[in-house]
């Protein structure tokens, strides 16, 4: 299937099925700005619950924070974002649209919106930063900016969660929380937008201890990506050659995945030495080293950061789950997803809408919401185009309540991907399908 077909039939699959609709679309829409609608939200909250799981519940050396999104701006001056957080930018002088002068087709010369060759202007560095202003005066000194990044909350509350929570190094600081940058050339659907979301963990070491603390967060980062369901074969990491290397880091590496669109990273592992704490200590004339007890040792910890792209996680889920199958001289469209993300786990259908039968399908279904397993019942169409809606939306397992199910109390329950059906009892398809997800 060519590359761009296949990220088309993604969007139209996505609006259609109430997966990610554009935001104030009837307005025209806002650039590269997404709503996640019914299914959406579902998968979305999926993955974050199933990395928050991962990085705090099931870990003792991993806590969790919530930082707030306006900060100081002073955080922004220390961190470097101020001064060095910028893009270049040059315009087409014939249709007047900026783009990001770093781009292959702007480096030929060509404006890829006009085609006009050899018109445009001189860069000039453009800060990604969103501004804003805080109080009633709109002033130089009112100025606060919308967080670019989460993982400055992180490093000024270091003190206060090691602190609060008894933790020796080495230990982690997890959260997830929403971003904001005034990308130039956003685009690929939900890959690039000016918000986003992110999932970031930084993990405080002993200096020294930093080489091998990065090396199994390399490991764990991306087992936990295949335990997702995602192909190995489309994944690899990229090392950042000298380059590429931010300013801070002394080691970085990108978990990749081959998209429509190409190789792209949508986590990266970082080593960032001491230089966030440093910074801070700096800017803000507090001290944040860190006192080991047994032998009253102080020391600036180094940082080895993991940063998930929640909403680029969401879009490499969605481009490895689609599938296209020919069924019976028919295509069938499904969603492969994994049965721990996907947004229903269940579908119940009655066979026919009389001889009591949508009574027992509504009742499997209460049952089934009641263990708190989100499902969705369907009588309208026939068997095999509910099935089918039901393999576009990505849902596991669909429940069937037929003739025998009067009779005998059991009913069908057909598998999304290998097409094969099973006869249970009633009263066990509850339990049966909190079987398939443990």
Not at 50 to 73: K, Y
Not at 286 to 296: G, M, Q, S, W
């Amino acid at each position: 299937m060519p590359t761009q077909d296949l990220m088309d039939k993604l969007v139209s699959l996505s609006k259609r099925r109430g997966y990610i609709f554009q935001s104030s679309e009837i307005y025209g829409g806002t650039g590269s700005v997404w709503d996640y609608g019914p299914l959406g939200v579902e998968l979305k909250r999926n993955i974050k619950e199933r990395w928050w799981a991962s990085m705090v519940h099931r870990r003792d050396d991993i806590e969790g924070l919530d930082a707030a999104i306006l900060m100081n701006p002073r955080v922004w001056e220390a961190s470097g974002h101020v001064d060095g957080f910028t893009d270049p930018l040059i315009e087409c002088t014939n249709c007047h649209r900026r783009f990001r002068a770093d781009l292959p087709e702007v480096a030929e010369g060509q404006c890829p919106s006009c085609g006009k060759k050899d018109a445009f202007t001189e860069p000039r560095m453009f800060n990604l930063m969103f501004k804003t202003f805080m109080g009633p005066v709109e002033d130089s000194s009112a100025t606060v900016y919308i967080r670019p990044e989460t993982a400055q909350g992180i490093f000024v509350n270091f003190l206060n969660v090691q602190g609060a929570a008894r933790q020796k190094v080495p230990f982690g600081i997890a959260q997830i929380g929403k971003a904001f940058r005034n990308e130039i050339t956003p685009g690929n659907f939900i890959f690039r937008t000016r918000e986003f979301e992110q999932a970031e963990m930084q993990f405080f070491v002993k200096p020294g201890e930093d080489d091998d603390w990065f090396a199994r967060w390399m490991d764990v980062r991306m087992q936990w990506h295949k335990d997702l369901g995602i192909r190995e074969e489309k994944l690899r990491f990229h090392k950042h050659g000298p380059d590429e290397l931010a300013h801070y880091a002394k080691d970085a590496h990108d978990i990749e995945y081959e998209f429509p669109f190409g190789w792209k990273e949508f986590e990266g592992i970082h080593n960032r030495t001491d230089f966030d704490l440093a910074r801070h200590q700096e800017y803000s004339g507090k001290r944040l080293e860190y006192i080991d007890a047994p032998t009253n040792e102080r020391f600036i910890p180094y940082v080895i950061e993991t940063s998930m792209g929640v909403d680029r996680t969401t879009l490499v889920v969605l481009a490895d789950a689609y599938r296209e199958e020919d069924v019976e001289g028919e295509t069938r469209v499904l969603m492969a997803l994994s049965p721990e993300i996907a947004p229903v786990k269940a579908a119940v259908f009655p066979l026919v809408k009389k001889d009591g039968m949508p009574e027992l399908a509504r009742k499997i279904q209460s049952d089934l919401r009641s263990a708190a397993i989100n499902s969705f019942y369907d009588q309208s169409g026939a068997i095999g185009r509910r099935y089918r809606r039901q393999d576009e939306v990505g849902t596991p397992w669909c429940i069937t309540v037929d003739g025998e199910s009067l009779e005998k109390g059991t009913v069908t329950i057909r598998d999304r991907d290998t097409l094969e059906q099973v006869r249970i009892s009633m009263d066990q398809v509850v339990t049966w399908i909190q079987e398939q997800l443990s």
